[in-house]
């Protein structure tokens, strides 16, 4: 009798944990529909708000000067840096004439950016990796970009999306904010929002969505002008 009791018990604990599994799938799966939903009204939203091909902010010419001037951008406006850079690139604007402008000098030209001595520092050695290992030209990988002074995975993805047109999705703190007041991450670091908007946005769209969500969150949806309730989207999403 004990056996037979024993072995209800067991079938009917089996059946409560699959039970529990159905229910947290059934969640999973609204949860997944609803943001998938969310996805699709920023798109066309963004889209309408910021029609057709978008121009990346920072100001260049080549490959190079958008390798340099996407590391100024760390912890510094893109106006700013678009100050500085013409000024720069007068002087120099390949590795060679950067090396031979001199980390000392480079940091003074930069130094409206911020972190100068690290930026400049990171310049330099960057610029002697892609004369002794890429002929002078910015590699076309994320491996490789990623290895040089200064660049991380945010800096290399915008240059694979903007130099190169890769499919990429840069995550900068603001964008992790606004995926977040959207309800399409509740990723707690960049790198997991990178991985949901991946998830939730066809990958031909990654390199002007981002673009399209940059231009949104400056004009209408700013870190203290917006709490997740006052602009469109974060208005229309809420309900």
Same mark, same amino acid.
């Given at each position: 009798?004990? +056996?037979?009791t024993?072995?209800?018990?067991?079938? !009917?604990?089996?059946?409560? #944990?699959?039970?529990?599994?159905?229910?947290?799938?059934?969640?999973?799966?609204?949860?997944?529909?609803?943001?998938a939903?969310?996805?699709?009204f920023?798109a066309?939203?963004?889209?309408?708000?910021?029609? *057709?091909?978008?121009?990346?902010?920072?100001?260049?010419k080549?490959?190079?000067?958008?390798?340099?001037a996407?590391?100024?951008?760390?912890?510094?406006?893109?106006?700013?840096?678009? !100050?500085?850079?013409?000024?720069?690139?007068?002087l120099?604007?390949t590795?060679?004439?950067?090396?031979?402008?001199?980390q000392?000098k480079?940091?003074t030209?930069?130094?409206?950016? *911020?972190l #100068?001595?690290?930026?400049s520092?990171?310049?330099?050695?960057? #610029?002697e990796?892609?004369?002794?290992?890429? %002929?002078?030209?910015?590699?076309?990988?994320?491996?490789?970009?990623?290895?040089?002074?200064?660049?991380?995975?945010?800096?290399?993805?915008?240059?694979?999306?903007?130099?190169? *047109?890769?499919?990429?999705?840069?995550?900068d703190?603001h964008?992790h904010?606004?995926?977040?007041r959207?309800?399409? +991450?509740?990723?707690? +670091?960049?790198?997991?929002t990178?991985?949901?908007?991946?998830?939730?946005?066809?990958?031909?769209?990654?390199?002007?969505?981002?673009?399209r969500?940059?231009?949104? *969150?400056?004009?209408? %949806?700013?870190?203290?002008?917006?709490?997740?309730?006052?602009?469109?989207?974060?208005?229309?999403l809420?309900?």
């Amino acid at each position: 009798m004990k +056996s037979e009791t024993k072995q209800i018990a067991v079938r !009917e604990s089996a059946a409560l #944990s699959n039970l529990l599994k159905a229910t947290r799938r059934a969640h999973g799966d609204a949860w997944a529909a609803k943001k998938a939903q969310r996805a699709e009204f920023v798109a066309l939203r963004l889209e309408q708000l910021y029609p *057709g091909h978008q121009e990346p902010p920072l100001e260049h010419k080549d490959h190079f000067s958008l390798l340099v001037a996407v590391l100024l951008s760390a912890q510094c406006t893109d106006k700013r840096v678009n !100050e500085v850079t013409p000024g720069l690139f007068l002087l120099a604007d390949t590795p060679e004439k950067m090396i031979k402008l001199g980390q000392k000098k480079i940091q003074t030209i930069i130094r409206p950016c *911020g972190l #100068s001595p690290q930026k400049s520092k990171a310049i330099v050695g960057l #610029s002697e990796i892609l004369i002794n290992k890429h %002929c002078s030209k910015v590699p076309q990988s994320f491996e490789e970009l990623e290895e040089l002074p200064g660049v991380g995975h945010k800096t290399a993805s915008v240059v694979m999306s903007q130099a190169f *047109g890769v499919p990429a999705f840069p995550v900068d703190t603001h964008i992790h904010r606004l995926a977040k007041r959207w309800r399409l +991450s509740n990723g707690k +670091s960049v790198t997991q929002t990178e991985r949901d908007l991946k998830r939730v946005f066809p990958e031909g769209s990654w390199n002007e969505l981002h673009l399209r969500i940059i231009f949104y *969150g400056r004009e209408f %949806c700013t870190a203290r002008g917006c709490d997740g309730k006052i602009c469109h989207i974060c208005d229309s999403l809420k309900k």
